[in-house]
């Protein structure tokens, strides 16, 4: 009988809950950002997957379990492999069986890739095979002393349920709770674990390790393997450091350190990551409205799209900034995966694409809808999403006193506050103890709500897509995205003025029709259009617009956040392996070529040039400051002016937004500033999204579609990291 449909895993169907189910786990329904979201809705067998906030792991893979066994054919163990296409069209999936070692094929007309992210694994020394990435039966780790690595939620669970079975039965060999910072600072205050742990704690043997890591398997006299975990590490003058280690067998090895997306195994599908004009250094996955791939009939859904993702429906063209945002809990993969089965139904059914996709994009607008009219409430803290790595900020200071201070924040959970949290500004008594969050993922970084009293803002530098419920704060006004006769729009949140009209075509919003008595707002301010379920905005002023973060807000690098008296920008992420130790400060030079690894390897070793710039006739100019732009030396040299009749022969460069007195901040909107890079563009700080927009546009509008854009740049954004030689680009041809 032909199948309609066949489900594969690679380990078993459900794993997920089946882990829960170890665990002894509720399952919360509002969990993290699905708070209010709704479950999807659909035929008989959709209607059973929504479940009660707090439900047992178990009863929820009983009922779930059943529906498979009754409806849904599927096939356990079985490892995706390959996706062949056929030349009468369909595919033949390519897969391996891991019980039996042999190759299957099966063949389909459309396939939904919905395989989550990959366990991380840890850097080792020798043969880590045999190690566990997932937590086995804990009773299979009775009767000997066990390591459990990890400082997050899943480490503190797999370490409760390790020592209950241990007690259960009655093994008094301890659980070793390795982690590499001082304190378990994931899981502080977290209710779903506290009580258990405070128990496990009270009655188990566990001892905790902080400041441990696994570094090497090593194989022993008696052809045992075991990994070896540093304990602690001593350094005494004129003598060799000294190691303690731990020795533990490894089937009795617990490593989890969170997990991570399998790009290569989906690039071996022919599934790439790209990056978008609004975080160019950020690799995400691109799909349609109905979630479709490149690969026209393979199709996406579930945490493969965390923390967010493109959409696009031309992957030929340079993909600019639909970037969508992908709150990762259990409900969006269910929601994900109704939509795309739908899709592929409705296609099979001989609808158009165009009719698909409208209706697909109108239920996410109604989903989004009721999550945006829930009460919002603060997420919990989770474990790191990587070993190692971090991202580097830049403290910016206060109105009254400007500083410039570069940290680096560890990935997971950082707390921000007055006095306690990994970033602390103690002068400030505006703020709490503890204010607020920021996240640090492998590829994002995201500031989350913190308590009620403060009042989070974030400068967005560049293009972003923002769903209902998103609040706006342009001068002394506040809009926010509104849905209106089933369309989006933008609203002041007081409904003083009437409400700003959006459609598919992008709209320039100007002060006129925002307030035209408010002269903080700029002329124009931002385009905007509506893109169905979400607006999408491209800021173009000189002051600036700042989101109102409710809940969470994925930062992209150069987005500055306010809170209190404080402002501080967010630099880059630095990926796992790379030593995240603060270095001397230098905003946005750790953006640049060959400063720092921001393509997830360390660049090769090469000779860094002296910084300066060199000018017609070869003058240079020494780089002082190298977080100062290209503009501010032409400037200090008596090279570049604001007012166009000052110009001569050595001033040769003109502006209009840029502010002398605040450099490092450009507006980056009339486009007059433009230099030519003769060479040395390895040597310039990688063009941003507003850059690149405002000299597309004003290409023609002022230098008569002269520009050569693979060597022109704006001297008030680019910042020079080695020896440049430029060409001052004079005066816009209409000037």
């Known amino acids: ?23 002894a786990k509720n399952v919360d329904a509002d969990y993290k950002r699905c708070i209010g979201r709704p ?61 039996g070692g042999t190759d299957l094929a099966f063949y389909a007309r459309s396939v939904l890739i919905a395989i989550g992210l990959q366990e991380a694994q840890i850097d080792l020394l020798g043969d880590g095979e045999g190690i566990h990435y997932k937590l086995p039966q804990p009773k299979q780790l009775v009767g000997a002393p066990v390591c459990v690595y990890g400082g997050g939620m899943s480490a503190a669970e797999a370490v409760v349920a390790i020592a209950e079975a241990k007690r259960t039965g009655q093994d008094e060999t301890p659980v070793f709770w390795c982690y590499r910072g001082r304190e378990l600072e994931k899981i502080r205050g977290v209710p779903t674990i506290a009580g258990r742990l405070f128990d496990a704690m009270t009655y188990g ?38 190691n ?4 533990f067998a490894k089937r009795q090895t617990v490593v989890l350190i969170g997990a991570e997306r399998p790009d290569d195994l989906l690039a071996t599908l022919g599934i790439r990551t790209r990056a978008a004009a609004d975080a160019p250094t950020v690799q995400r996955l691109a799909v349609t409205a109905m979630y479709e791939t490149e690969r ?68 996410r607008r109604v989903a989004n809808s009721v999550a945006a009219q829930s009460e919002r409430i603060r997420e919990r803290p989770r474990e790191s999403g990587t070993s190692g790595g971090g991202a580097r900020f830049t403290c910016l200071g206060t109105k009254e006193r400007r ?15 007055r006095s306690i949290g990994a970033l602390v500004f103690p002068d400030d008594a505006s703020l709490p103890e503890s204010a607020f969050r920021l996240r640090v993922d492998k590829n994002e970084c995201s500031v989350l709500q913190g308590v009620k009293d403060v009042v989070l803002r974030v400068r967005v530098r560049s293009e972003r897509t923002f769903q209902e419920g998103t609040v706006l704060q342009i001068s002394e006004q506040r809009l926010a995205v509104r849905l209106r006769g089933g369309q989006l729009c933008l609203a002041h949140v007081d409904g003083s003025r009437p409400v700003i009209e959006l459609s598919e075509q992008e709209r320039v919003v100007s002060r006129e029709n925002i307030a035209p008595d408010d002269r903080g707002i700029s002329r124009p301010h931002f385009t905007a259009a509506n893109l169905g379920d979400v607006v999408y905005y491209r800021d173009e002023s000189k002051n600036g617009t700042y989101v109102e973060v409710q809940g969470s807000l994925r930062l992209n690098p150069g987005d500055e956040v306010f809170f209190g008296k404080q402002r501080i920008r967010f630099d880059c992420v630095v990926p796992a392996g790379v030593e995240t130790q603060p270095i001397p400060f230098g905003p946005r030079l750790v953006q640049g070529r060959g400063t720092n690894p921001i393509d997830g390897v360390p660049p090769a070793p090469r000779e860094i040039s002296r910084p300066c710039l060199v000018l017609e006739g070869g003058t240079e100019l020494e780089v002082a400051d190298p977080s100062l732009p290209i503009l501010h030396m ?60 405002t000299l597309e546009k004003k ?28 060409v001052q680009n004079g005066a816009p041809p209409q000037q």
């Open 1 to 23: 009988m032909e199948r309609k449909v066949l489900v594969i895993d690679r380990d078993e169907v459900l794993s997920k809950l089946a882990e829960w189910v170890v665990n």
């Open 39 to 99: 479950f999807p809705t659909g035929g008989s067998l959709v209607e059973q997957l929504p479940y009660e906030d707090g439900v047992a792991a178990k009863d929820l893979y009983d009922q779930w379990i059943a529906i498979y066994r009754a409806h849904v054919p599927y096939r356990d163990g079985c490892e995706l492999t390959q996706v062949e296409s056929q030349p009468g069209g369909g595919f033949r999936v390519a897969c391996r069986d891991a019980a």
């Open 205 to 242: 043997n566990i001892r905790n390790m902080p400041n441990s890591k696994p570094f090497a398997v090593v194989k022993g006299d008696d052809g045992q393997e075991s990994v070896f975990v540093r304990v602690d590490r001593q350094q005494q003058p004129g003598l060799p450091r000294r």
């Open 244 to 247: 303690e280690c731990l020795e």
């Open 296 to 363: 026209r009939g393979v199709f996406l859904a579930g945490s493969l799209l965390d923390a967010a993702y493109i959409e696009t429906s031309d992957f030929d063209a340079q993909l600019q900034t639909t970037v969508k945002e992908h709150p990762g809990c259990f409900k969006t993969a269910l929601l994900d995966g109704t939509l795309a089965a739908e899709a592929i139904v409705g296609r099979l059914r001989g609808r158009s694409d165009l009719d698909i996709t409208r209706e697909l994009v109108a239920r």
């Open 403 to 417: 500083e410039q201070r570069d940290v680096v924040l560890s990935s997971g959970d950082n707390v921000v506050g």
């Open 634 to 693: 032409l400037w200090s040299d008596g090279r570049a002016t604001s007012k166009a009749k000052e110009m001569t022969n050595q001033c040769r460069t003109l502006w209009q937004c840029w502010e002398e007195d605040n450099p490092r901040d450009p507006s980056a909107t009339c486009g007059k500033c433009v230099v030519t890079i003769l060479e040395g563009m390895e040597n310039v700080t990688p063009m941003e999204s507003k850059e690149r927009n």
């Open 699 to 726: 290409r023609n509008q002022l230098w008569a579609g002269k520009l050569d854009m693979s060597k022109c740049r704006l001297s008030c954004c680019a910042l020079v990291t080695g020896r440049v030689r430029i």
